[in-house]
Structure formats: structure tokens, C-alpha cells
């Protein structure tokens, strides 16, 4: 296990909510540093850090995300539904909103792959591409703040009261075989 120095360790799939949770603290740290590489560098030829850095945020988007939201709409989501609890009951309008905020996002999440991709590949990105790169970080950056703090501060801890043991055992086993951890 590696060592950490400040700041909490990082949770495992014995504990999906807090997991999902450390999932949130990674999309912001990655659309931070697409918005930075955009505002700082404003479609002009990418320094070697800029080009890394705008490499790694475009890979943990088009393979990492994917799967946070897969957990959610594939795992957590169906067993809030399924539960027979009143609180749950009470999260239903919010889980069909975020799910549709789910499909927005993968929607602006091509466009910024498209747009980061085409920037890294020609070296420079027009002043059109990067109005329209700046836009959609701006959308995105908004909508994952509403969308992280209502699953943080409600919908996680919800979960965590309404859903028995096995099921978050459940969820965290889901959770590994998505990204191929045997457990």
C-alpha cells in the first residue's frame, strides 16, 4: 500500500460510497486541468507539460469516467429503486435527473476529446475550436458542481443508510470487475 502524507487515504471497494465519493475529487482535479491547459494556453502550440496534462485529463475522461458513471447507473441506482423505503422513494426525481445529466455530460465529454484531440494532433486549435472548447468546460464545470454535490451530500449518504451491507458488498464488488480488481 502506498504511503500517503496528509490529506485521508484513499478508499477501497469495501467502501463504495466513500470510493464513488474519492471518484468525485478525481473528475474535479481532471476538468480543473482541461480548464487551466484551455484558459492558459488559449488554442496556442502546448508546452510538454501542457500536452501532458491535457493527455492524462482526456484519457481518465474517455476510460476512468466512464466507469464512475456505469457504478452509479448500473449498481447504486438500481438498488436505491428497487428499495422499498421511504427516504428512497423521496431520491427517485433525483436519480432521473442525474442520469440525465449523465447523458449531457458524455455528450460535452465527446466534444472536449474531439476538440483536445484535434488540438494535440495539429498542434494549435483555431480560435473557433477553442470559443467552443472553453463553453463546453464552462457547461461541464457547472453541471458537475450540482451534480457532485448533490450525490456527496445527499444521495451517498442516503445510500449509506437505506442499502443493506451486502448490497454495498454488492456495489463493491461491481465496482472492482469493472475495472478488472480481483477480489
Known amino acids: 500500500m502506498p504511503v500517503q502524507i496528509g490529506g485521508k487515504p484513499e478508499s477501497d471497494f469495501s467502501s463504495p460510497l466513500e470510493l ?12 480543473g486541468v482541461l480548464n487551466r491547459v484551455a484558459g492558459r494556453a488559449n488554442g496556442r502550440r502546448l508546452c510538454g507539460e501542457e500536452r501532458a496534462a491535457l493527455e492524462k485529463a482526456l484519457d481518465y475522461f474517455r476510460s476512468s469516467a466512464p466507469k464512475h458513471t456505469a457504478d452509479e447507473e ?25 442520469e440525465s445529466e449523465h447523458v449531457a455530460a458524455a455528450a ?7 476538440l483536445g484531440s484535434r488540438w494535440l494532433e495539429r498542434g494549435v486549435l483555431s480560435a473557433a475550436g477553442h470559443t467552443q472548447l472553453n463553453q463546453t ?11 457532485i454535490a448533490l450525490e456527496d451530500s445527499e444521495l451517498f449518504p442516503l445510500a449509506g443508510r437505506v442499502l443493506r451491507a451486502e448490497d454495498l458488498a454488492s456495489i463493491g464488488r461491481e465496482m472492482a470487475e469493472r475495472r478488472g480488481v480481483k477480489r
Open 74 to 98: 448500473d449498481s447504486l441506482f438500481p438498488r436505491l429503486r428497487a428499495l422499498d423505503h421511504p427516504l428512497a422513494k423521496e431520491s427517485l426525481d433525483s436519480l432521473a435527473a442525474l
Open 137 to 147: 468546460l464552462s457547461r461541464l464545470s457547472a453541471m458537475y458542481a450540482r451534480h
Open 20 to 31: 464513488l465519493s474519492d471518484c468525485h475529487r478525481r473528475i474535479e482535479n481532471f476538468l
Open 108 to 114: 460535452d465529454h465527446n466534444v472536449v476529446d474531439l
